[in-house]
């Protein structure tokens, strides 16, 4: 039999333990009957004896015996009839005493075999119980384990804020910094201890879970496969035995009494025509458990089986909860419990067989990273992988199970089409009344990112974009929901509740450039005049084999020492525009990945500078790399700048600390408040240029190379000490230090764009740290100043310190290859020839209007590197995206449909938490469209990088019924829909409401 090797081999057990016990019951009934039986017979027969015994013939006396007449009656009369009737008696009564020891004799037998079979199942099944509970036990101790390193994580995330608080920059009498210090090194140990605790109870808790997992196995693929054909075993030899019995009762019976032999051979056939064994395998299948009473232990040969937080919809009052997860991958189905030995599962999520079935959300949605969103059966699961030890297995596994195995990052060999989409939500206005607002950006009317909340506010500013890489190309549409913050008079509704304001829904399949520059766009469902301005851009990018790319790889190769390619550079510096310059930099860097690449590029850029005042003070090719190049090893590839940084930033943003100086900005200018906020600004300044000083020797070795080769080429060329030193303070303070503090947010150093004082007070110490690096004191432009002078003065000295430890590197050169982190080489090929193509155009367009043209593409460096591209296009023409179905005209005029005074409620919009999340990224309120991603409407060429590399599409606002809108869910479907809703299809535009016109 085969059932013992099923998962669901614990509740086969039970069944086939409850099967026997019913057989011996009745088993246990066929011996009382064979008893009744033979009692019956056993009194019949002594019924008969009696009989037989009573009836007394008497005896002929004195008559002749040669008489014939009393010869004849002996004979044939009646009394011959009477003394043959009670011989036949008497041979009855034997007979049926015969048939009584038979019945009894089998009955016997059958007894027999059922005081072994009865024995042998429940010891079978008290050795197989006193396994499981073992398993039980130690999965109940795994369970307390579980909940212990949960306090202990608590504890030391507690530990880790007092101590964070500790180290905040408290201005004040320093009289209490000794006491201030000591209480932070106290704090420090704490947190310290609370962190080795922690680690020391994982090592244990994980070291338990593998003596669970190795229980569990040792259970279910020993013990119960080996308890199951035990008790198999003896249910077969049970009715083996029985069968044999009763054969043998049969033919006893035929011989000891001819009438019953009928009765005895019709039971025996009866009893030969059962098959045990398949009622034995249909009475277990049928009393078989179901998925949905499937225990989490039994489950032992699933593909992955690990604990993750969860939710079916996005709700910010509710977050996620945690839950153990198994994945059989075989029936792409995720079995959810609630605790490792729960008997029964919460809920099956069986995930649809679609490349878009799994799809990762932005980190702002629930304020942490690798958040998947999967498309189930039944709805919908986003499900958290940040804390798992699994990620990798979890991913491959279902993208694999789900035929989406081109979103791994693997060696690719085939042609992809890969698309991108580009959401800005960038600000609001005309909203109803001051409040708390924030956006919930919906693709396909699932959640996918979310904005901060802005406070008290009917002009919020949230300039923050969220990407979405590799979108399937079923993706039609993107949503933008309004969402303001419910507040209660009575205190009724909870404090993180919200209610929607309106929705903007856009297609993907439609040419806007000012969409993609970013347009103000109505909100659908208001009933004020409220508007949004958004950017939405998609893009499409054909990817070939990476093997493909080899040609264009060989032209692209930099030496510094022999100046090779440095004509190339010059060209591209040249054909680029400077609006796509950073972009372009970022993925000729990702191809390159080179050392000598940077080194080349400073070169070129020494050598075309006339004047040392005004070097890498443009935005040329040579600067955009150098500042994506010190962003990607300070911040994604080390911990540098949070490490130096993070502490004081964080301090400032959550004391929200105010040190103004300027007079005017204080009512009433009183020198009080004045002086009080100059000693606040000193000590913070002092405070960040300490950090600075005391990290320059931890900079990251490629970074400390290139800054001494930086100097080295600049001395080289003006012979200059002082123009040496300002080349890699440029760096180091204009471009990397003073940016961070000033937009932390950006550099993943606070995850809320800064504003009001805690921004004024970032602008100054970046002031202050940036005047210090170059050595120039504060003059009449800024007279509030004046008085940090005396600050710069002080630390004159030491910033001729600071950048020789930022150049000081070991004798020998690092590798070559720079660590980018995990970067897909093919795409950024692709991305690289898309750029040069729409460079190209641009240029050709600017020559047709009849400008003269300053770039040579007959240099060998530049031919050899366009011929491979040409090459690679004539070898793999470009693929169209998805063919756009033309618009039919719509009917009247948009003012004739009047729009609903109310939205739906939706899951999205249920709750809203006001704590802080991350993003791509922001710009301040009052700078220009370009700051936000949007270049300015003036210049038909400015337009933004990602446009120029893939000019295929864009978004466009969508028509959408107002009935289509009011019945669809505004986010993810709830697992009780049975899918998610359909978007609005191109062909049924008539009678819908342009929203965002």
């Known amino acids: ?473 079923s993706y039609r549409s993107v949503s933008v929901q309004l969402n303001r913050v419910a507040t209660s008079i009575l205190r009724k509704a909870p404090a993180s509740s919200s209610e929607p304001v309106g929705q903007i829904k856009m297609r993907l399949n439609a040419s806007n450039s000012d969409l993609a520059r970013g347009s103000w766009l109505s909100l659908y469902g208001s009933e004020y005049d409220a508007s949004l301005r958004l950017s939405v851009r998609y893009t499409h990018e054909d990817v070939l084999p990476l093997a493909e790319y080899d040609r264009l790889g060989a032209a692209l190769v930099f030496d510094d020492t022999a100046m090779t390619g440095t004509s190339l550079l010059k060209w591209l510096n040249a054909v680029v525009a400077p609006a796509s310059r950073a972009a372009f930099a970022t993925t000729l860097l990702r191809c390159t990945s080179s050392l000598k690449y940077l080194c080349t590029l400073i070169r070129v850029e020494v050598e075309q500078t006339p004047d040392a005042s005004v070097l890498f003070r443009g935005n040329s090719l040579t600067t955009c790399t150098l500042d994506v190049f010190l962003k990607i090893l300070t911040m994604e590839q080390s911990d540098y700048l949070k490490s130096t940084l993070g502490q004081l930033v964080r301090s400032i943003c959550d004391g929200k600390i105010s040190c103004e100086v300027d007079p005017t900005r204080i009512p009433g200018g009183d020198p009080k408040e004045v002086a009080s906020g100059l000693e606040k600004l000193t000590t913070l300044a002092q405070a960040f240029w300490d950090a600075i000083c005391a990290s320059c020797d931890r900079l990251p070795h490629h970074v400390k190379y290139i800054f001494d080769f930086l100097q080295r080429a600049v001395f080289e060329k003006f012979q200059s000490p002082a123009a040496r030193q300002s080349a890699v303070a440029s760096f180091l303070f204009l471009r990397l230090l003073c940016p961070a503090i000033l937009g932390p947010h950006l550099f993943n150093l606070q995850s809320r764009y800064p504003t009001g004082a805690v921004l004024r007070t970032l602008t100054l110490v970046s002031k202050c740290i940036q005047n210090l690096a170059n050595g120039v004191a504060f003059g009449a432009k800024e007279p509030y100043l004046h008085s940090m002078n005396a600050f710069l003065d002080a630390n004159k000295a030491s910033v001729t310190t600071c950048l020789d430890a930022a150049v000081r590197c070991p004798r020998a050169a690092p590798p070559d290859t720079l660590d980018l982190g995990a970067i897909d080489k093919a795409r950024a090929y692709a991305a690289l020839i898309a750029a040069v193509e729409a460079a190209r155009a641009t240029q050709q367009q600017r020559l047709a209007g009849g400008d003269a043209s300053d770039v040579d593409e007959q240099d060998p460096a530049v031919a050899r590197f366009l011929d491979a591209i040409h090459a690679l296009r004539t070898a793999f023409p470009p693929v169209q995206d998805r063919p756009t179905k033309p618009q039919k005209p719509r009917r009247g005029h948009p003012g004739d449909v009047h729009s609903s005074k109310s939205m739906p409620a939706s899951p999205v919009a249920s709750r809203v938490s006001s704590s802080s999340s991350s993003v791509h990224g922001t710009v301040q309120p009052g700078d220009s469209p370009s700051a936000a991603g949007a270049p300015p409407t003036g210049n038909r060429h400015a337009t933004s990088t990602a446009t120029r590399l893939f000019p295929q599409a864009h978004a466009a606002p969508v028509l959408v019924r107002p009935s289509a809108l009011s019945g669809a869910p505004a986010g993810p479907v709830s697992r009780q829909t049975s899918a998610p809703p359909p978007s609005t299809s191109s062909d049924d535009i008539d009678g819908m409401v342009p929203l965002g016109i």
């Open 1 to 473: 039999m085969s059932y013992h090797r099923e998962v669901r081999g614990g509740k086969q057990f039970d069944a086939l333990a409850k099967y026997i016990e019913e057989e011996l019951k009745i088993h246990n009934a066929a011996i009382a009957t064979f008893k009744k039986w033979q009692s019956i017979e056993s009194d019949y027969s002594k019924s008969l004896q009696k009989l037989f015994q009573s009836v007394k013939i008497p005896e002929r006396v004195g008559a002749p015996s040669v008489n014939t007449i009393t010869s004849e009656l002996d004979q044939y009369g009646t009394y011959a009839l009477i003394r043959k009737a009670n011989a036949s008696i008497s041979e009855r009564a034997f007979q049926h005493e015969n048939l009584a020891s038979c019945i009894g004799t089998i009955a016997d037998s059958l007894r027999g075999v059922h005081w072994e079979t009865d024995n042998k199942r429940k010891k079978i099944v008290a050795d197989y119980q006193y396994e499981f509970k073992n398993m039980q036990d130690a999965h109940t101790q795994l369970k307390k384990m579980h909940q212990q390193v949960e306090n202990l994580r608590k504890g030391h995330i507690d530990a880790k804020k007092k101590a964070r608080s500790s180290v905040r920059v408290v201005v004040g009498s320093k009289a209490v910094s000794q006491s201030r210090e000591n209480n932070m090194t106290k704090l420090l140990m704490k947190e310290q201890a609370s962190e080795v605790k922690m680690e020391e109870s994982m090592v244990a808790l994980q070291q338990f879970e593998r003596n669970c997992q190795g229980i569990r196995n040792e259970h279910y693929h020993k013990t119960l496969p080996r308890s199951l054909k035990l008790l198999e075993d003896a249910e077969h030899e049970r009715c083996s035995q029985l069968h044999m019995f009763v054969t043998i009762w049969g033919k006893e019976v035929a011989a000891a009494d001819a009438t019953a032999s009928e009765r005895a051979s019709l039971f025996v056939n009866v009893m030969e025509s059962c098959d045990s064994s398949q009622d034995l395998v249909r009475f277990c299948e049928q009393n078989s458990c179901v998925d949905t009473e499937l225990p989490a232990t039994a489950l032992v040969d699933c593909t992955i089986r690990d604990r993750l937080e969860s939710c079916t919809y996005y709700d910010d009052s509710k977050g996620m909860r945690e839950s153990v997860f198994l994945f059989v991958a075989e029936k792409r189905q995720l079995y959810q419990y609630d605790e490792d030995d729960s008997t029964s599962p919460r809920a099956i999520h069986t995930i649809m067989k679609s490349p878009e079935a799994i799809q990762g959300v932005d980190k702002s949605l629930f304020s942490c990273s690798d958040v998947y969103l999967l498309r189930t059966t039944a709805g919908t699961l986003y499900l958290d992988l940040s804390r798992t030890n699994l990620q990798s297995k979890w991913l491959s596994e279902l993208y694999e199970s789900t035929g989406n195995s081109s979103a791994l990052v693997a060696k690719y060999e085939s042609r992809r089409q890969l698309r991108r989409i580009e959401i800005g939500v960038l600000e609001g206005k005309d909203l109803p009344r001051s409040g708390d607002y924030y956006c919930v950006v919906l693709i396909e009317g699932n959640a996918y990112a979310r904005t901060n909340t802005q406070h008290a506010t009917d002009k919020p500013f949230w300039g923050q974009h969220f990407e979405l890489d590799n979108a399937p190309v």
